[in-house]
Nanobody, 114 residues
Framework: QVQLVESGGGLVQPGGSLRLSCAAS????????MGWYRQAPGKQREFVAS??????TKYADFVKGRFAISRDNPNTVDLQMNSLKPEDTAVYYCKRNQVGLGYWGQGTQVTVSS
């Protein structure tokens, strides 16, 4: 079993920045993909960004140039969010894929509002 715990959400003004972090624990394999998804009220959950254990990154078009995903160690993943917009308001979820299985965190709320 794998547990994921997110942190770093909150309220920020438009144009501001936030940094989300996700820590994985449990039965972890060294080959994996970790990423971030988000779900706004009334909308489906959508992909934001991902990074493999080898460091390859992928981004949704709507965050390119504003968000950056990184990993300081194999068990954590961060999402630096800059130039935030009201439409970035959502619950942000961390996900880890390994050995054909996907694990989700409980989510952290990000609200962009003046």
């Amino acid at each position: 079993q794998v547990q994921l715990v997110e942190s770093g959400g909150g309220l920020v003004q438009p144009g501001g920045s936030l940094r989300l972090s996700c820590a994985a624990s449990g039965r972890l394999y060294h080959i994996d993909i970790m990423g971030w998804y988000r779900q706004a009220p009334g909308k489906q959950r959508e992909f934001v960004a991902s990074i493999t254990s080898g460091g390859m990154t992928k981004y949704a078009d709507f965050v390119k140039g504003r968000f950056a995903i990184s990993r300081d160690n194999p068990n954590t993943v961060d999402l630096q969010m800059n130039s935030l917009k009201p439409e970035d308001t959502a619950v942000y979820y961390c996900k880890r894929n390994q050995v054909g299985l996907g694990y989700w965190g409980q989510g952290t709320q990000v609200t962009v509002s003046s």
